[in-house]
């Protein structure tokens, strides 16, 4: 091979990598920190909420306790009581709102058991259809999976 060849062989894989570094960087995410919340602008979903669930496929119920503050913030439990099982627990930090286009309650998920979440994962972002109730109450979803929450007064906290 000629001196020439040998030369540019050897000179393509440098450039290719000149190039691709020059290329700009894909836009990072925004990290959970960095998301603030803003007020929900609905006072009357403001509160503490306490209420029991069951799903399909799980023995046992849930414990649901949701705090959803005027700044938009907003504090989730969530214990899974088995019988002769000690109990499973979920907590949760983030940001909450009502979605005026459709109207459902929206909990964003920024901190899980402490640590921050991925932003752009959707499974951290749970959006309910709701209805308020009389005698203070709060239903989630609809149909069978449909389950109530009582307002509670505003020190409650779910017992750990």
């Not at 930090?93 to 901190?111: F, I, N, P, Y």
């Not at 929450?149 to 906290?157: E, G, H, Q, S």
Request: with cysteine; charged share 20%.
């Amino acid at each position: 091979m000629s001196g020439m060849k040998i030369r540019s062989l050897l000179l393509s894989p440098i450039a290719a990598l000149l190039v691709v570094g020059c290329a700009p960087m894909p836009k990072q995410p925004v990290h959970t920190s960095e998301i603030k919340c803003e007020p929900s602008g609905n006072i009357d979903l403001a509160g503490n909420w306490l209420g029991q669930r069951n799903q399909a496929g799980v023995a046992g119920s849930f414990q649901v306790w949701m705090n959803l503050h005027p700044d938009g913030t907003m504090s989730y439990a969530e214990r899974l009581q088995r019988k002769g099982k000690p109990a499973q627990s979920l907590r949760e930090t983030g940001c909450w709102q009502r979605d005026a286009s459709t109207g459902e309650l929206v909990l964003r998920t920024l901190k899980s058991n402490g640590a921050w979440v991925e932003a752009n994962d959707p499974i951290y972002v749970n959006r309910y259809p709701y209805a308020l109730q009389g005698s203070g109450q709060l239903k989630l979803r609809e149909g069978q999976s449909a389950f109530l929450l009582k307002r509670m007064p505003n020190d409650y906290r779910l017992p750990f």
